[in-house]
């Protein structure tokens, strides 16, 4: 689907009354997943800002929270960033991992900050992006897997550089970046999929 027409179909859902009151969703949690292919990613920034702009305008508010810059403040406020920016030339890329898995963990950290944003904010729509520049010390699906009791009251979409697939032999999966098929999710909804 050329972006102009992703971009109109994304307002069209976002902004309409079904998709912001959470109808039909059959007592599944509000979460959708917008794929699109990693090599867009720079067109899909640029979609994103544009579609905040215009449902902002529409009156529909946004909170966008982009994975990557909240990695960094958390890490930041726990005084870590330096020694990690220090340490990382020295260690191996699995011992830097680990210790980002380990800081960032979605349930004890990342949720929470998560959280503490959605209780400061007054919102209508969830966005959450950077899930590819957080990988892989920080897996998407751990996040709506931890996301499901804080963030079910709002409508929450990740934008995924990637496929998410259902099949009924392998059920639903988010494959990040089109080449990592062990991220089994399947409470989300593809946003192509809904109607406006």
Same mark, same amino acid.
């Given at each position: 689907?050329?972006?102009?027409?992703?971009?109109?179909?994304?307002?069209?859902?976002?902004?309409?009354?079904?998709?912001?009151?959470?109808?039909?969703?059959?007592? +599944?949690?509000?979460?959708?997943?917008?794929?699109?292919?990693? $090599?867009? /990613? &720079?067109?899909? #920034?640029? =979609?994103?800002?544009? %579609?905040?702009?215009?449902?902002?305008?529409?009156?529909?508010?946004?909170?966008?929270?982009?994975?990557?810059?909240?990695?960094?403040?958390?890490?930041? +406020?726990?005084?870590?960033?330096?020694?990690?920016?220090?340490? $990382?030339? /020295? &260690?191996?890329? #699995?011992? =830097?991992?680990?210790? %980002?898995?380990?800081?960032?963990?979605?349930?004890?950290?990342?949720?929470?900050?998560?959280?503490?944003?959605?209780?400061?904010?007054?919102?209508?729509?969830?966005?959450?992006?950077?899930?590819?520049?957080?990988?892989?010390?920080?897996?998407?699906?751990?996040?709506?897997?931890?996301?499901?009791?804080?963030?079910?009251?709002?409508?929450?979409?990740?934008?995924?550089?990637?496929?998410?697939?259902?099949?009924?032999?392998?059920?639903?999966?988010?494959?990040?970046?089109?080449?990592?098929?062990?991220?089994?999710?399947?409470?989300?909804?593809?946003?192509?999929?809904?109607?406006?």
């Amino acid at each position: 689907m050329p972006m102009q027409d992703r971009f109109q179909h994304l307002f069209a859902v976002i902004s309409g009354q079904r998709f912001l009151n959470k109808q039909g969703l059959g007592n +599944e949690v509000p979460f959708f997943i917008c794929p699109y292919k990693p $090599e867009e /990613s &720079v067109e899909m #920034e640029r =979609l994103q800002r544009q %579609l905040v702009n215009r449902l902002e305008q529409a009156g529909v508010r946004i909170l966008e929270i982009n994975l990557y810059d909240l990695s960094i403040e958390i890490l930041k +406020e726990r005084d870590i960033w330096d020694q990690i920016v220090e340490m $990382e030339d /020295s &260690v191996s890329k #699995e011992q =830097l991992k680990e210790l %980002l898995q380990g800081v960032l963990d979605p349930e004890a950290h990342l949720v929470p900050a998560i959280a503490a944003k959605l209780a400061s904010t007054d919102f209508e729509v969830l966005f959450l992006s950077g899930v590819g520049e957080v990988f892989p010390y920080i897996r998407s699906h751990n996040v709506l897997n931890n996301l499901q009791s804080t963030a079910k009251e709002k409508p929450t979409i990740m934008f995924f550089p990637g496929t998410y697939t259902h099949s009924l032999e392998s059920g639903a999966s988010l494959d990040l970046f089109g080449r990592l098929h062990d991220d089994k999710y399947y409470r989300a909804f593809n946003i192509f999929h809904c109607e406006a």
